[in-house]
């Protein structure tokens, strides 16, 4: 059973920083595709960024040079650093795996998901 857990969301003023982690656990032999999501109220869950397994990144054109996405394949781990935020930014991040090969396997995996508010 694969597990995904986030860490790292909050509220923030405009302008600052958070970083969002987000760690897979279980018997896992590779993930293709590691990304973020994000559904504010009302609104559809949308793309953030997603990295392969390749070093291939896709970013949403509204986090373009203030977001960047990483993984450490090692610990089956994506981040998300999120700079000079906006309010425009708050909503729920979800944490997305793509073709998650385990022994059971292949599928996709959400994370239960994190806050980011971003507010004076």
Same mark, same amino acid.
């Given at each position: 059973?694969?597990?995904?857990? %986030?860490? @790292?969301?909050? #509220?923030?003023?405009?302008? @600052?920083? #958070?970083?969002? *982690?987000?760690?897979? *656990?279980?018997?896992?032999? *590779?993930?293709?595709?590691? @990304?973020?999501?994000? &559904?504010?109220?009302?609104?559809?869950? %949308?793309?953030?960024?997603?990295?392969?397994?390749?070093?291939?990144?896709?970013?949403?054109?509204?986090?373009?040079?203030?977001?960047?996405? =990483?993984?450490?394949?090692?610990?089956?781990?994506?981040?998300? &650093?999120?700079? *000079?935020?906006?309010? %425009? $930014?708050?909503?729920?991040?979800?944490?997305?795996?793509? =073709?998650?090969?385990?022994? &059971? @396997?292949?599928? $996709?995996?959400?994370? &239960?998901?994190?806050?980011?508010?971003? =507010?004076?």
């Amino acid at each position: 059973q694969v597990q995904l857990v %986030e860490s @790292g969301g909050g #509220l923030v003023q405009p302008g @600052g920083s #958070l970083r969002l *982690s987000c760690a897979a *656990s279980g018997t896992i032999f *590779s993930i293709n595709v590691m @990304g973020w999501y994000r &559904q504010a109220p009302g609104k559809q869950r %949308e793309l953030v960024a997603a990295l392969t397994s390749g070093i291939r990144t896709n970013y949403a054109d509204s986090v373009k040079g203030r977001f960047t996405i =990483s993984r450490d394949n090692a610990k089956n781990t994506v981040y998300l &650093q999120m700079n *000079s935020l906006k309010p %425009e $930014d708050t909503a729920v991040y979800y944490c997305n795996c793509k =073709s998650v090969l385990t022994p &059971q @396997g292949l599928r $996709d995996y959400w994370g &239960q998901g994190t806050q980011v508010t971003v =507010s004076s």
